[in-house]
């Protein structure tokens, strides 16, 4: 086990969550003006290159000079472990530290935050490789709902937790179930609910019937700005199966692609999708986080909103905002 970070009460860290289109692009550049911030993306998916649109990353022209870290540092092709964001975003952590700015970890992937400001560690299991292959050639033979139906008998706490879709981490559980005979869902995580850093914990909240309006109207905009021929592109290239295009926006659109659905069924379910996943965002950050709230219903109350978010942080970690 990798040896456990240790509080550090005063290395600085700003931490804004909420769930997708909320708001969080703009307000994150706001807070990185007021504080020198460098923003640390915490989106599972931004991490992949060419998932621009589908992931609603940020665009150069908005970045508005601000550091941005962890955008575009794996191909679609590749996998990225809640482990290996930790890893990264507390190494991005202690540079900017050093550099003298202050970090800011932007995003709604709910337990890649969490494991980073808090004591959370993985135990490292070790794997069947030849079991692995057997079940990677199945899912590839179109048994994917087959296997997804083994882990609900076996495991069904962590096939509860896994969308049927997302064939590596199916894979992964029936591997663990495998080798130790025992429930993924019951590896050890040792997590506290102490803070690792000096942290200013801020979510953006907004109500329902409006965030999910603003989610509709985001879908449609990704569509118009070239969503489904992104997503073509990974499709053609021979992307399957891996967590990359398991995210809304692409799975959705891959099955348009394989003639399951028309465009506008997709879309539809797109949307669908997306707000269902902004409700398990709501969710897990009301639960697992101690978060300070900041309602952005009032769009004409917005400013007032983000100098209130500047003026919590300020007293919460005795800093200064640049004014």
Known sequence: MKAVKQLNSNQKLLVLVGPTAVGKTKVSIEIAKAFNAEIISGDSMQVYTGMDIGTAKIKPKEMEGIPHHLLDIRQPDESFSVAEFQTAVRQKIDEITERGSIPLIVGGTGLYVQSVIYDYRFLEMEGDPAFRSELEKRAVAGESTELYKELQKVDAESAAGIHPNNVKRVIRALEIHHLTGKKMSDKPK??????????????????????????????????????????????????????????????????????????????????????????????????????????????????????????????????????
Not at 191 to 204: K, M, Q, R, V
Not at 235 to 243: A, N, S
Not at 269 to 292: E, G
């Open 190 to 323: 040792a997590h506290n609910n102490e803070l690792l850093y000096d942290t200013a914990l801020i979510g953006l909240s907004m109500d329902r019937d409006k965030l999910y309006k603003r989610i509709n109207k985001r879908v449609d905009l990704m569509v118009e700005e070239g969503l489904v021929e992104e997503a073509r592109h990974f499709y053609e290239k021979g992307i399957r199966d891996v967590q990359s295009v398991q995210a809304i926006g692409y799975k959705e659109l891959y099955e348009y692609f394989s003639g399951n659905l028309s465009l506008d069924a997709a879309v539809d379910l797109l949307k669908k999708n997306t707000r269902r996943y902004a409700k398990r965002q709501f969710t897990w950050f009301r639960n697992k986080m101690d978060v300070t709230w900041f309602d952005m219903t009032n769009e004409g109350e917005h400013l007032n909103k983000i100098e209130e978010i500047i003026d919590f942080i300020a007293g919460k970690l005795q800093i200064k905002a640049n004014t």
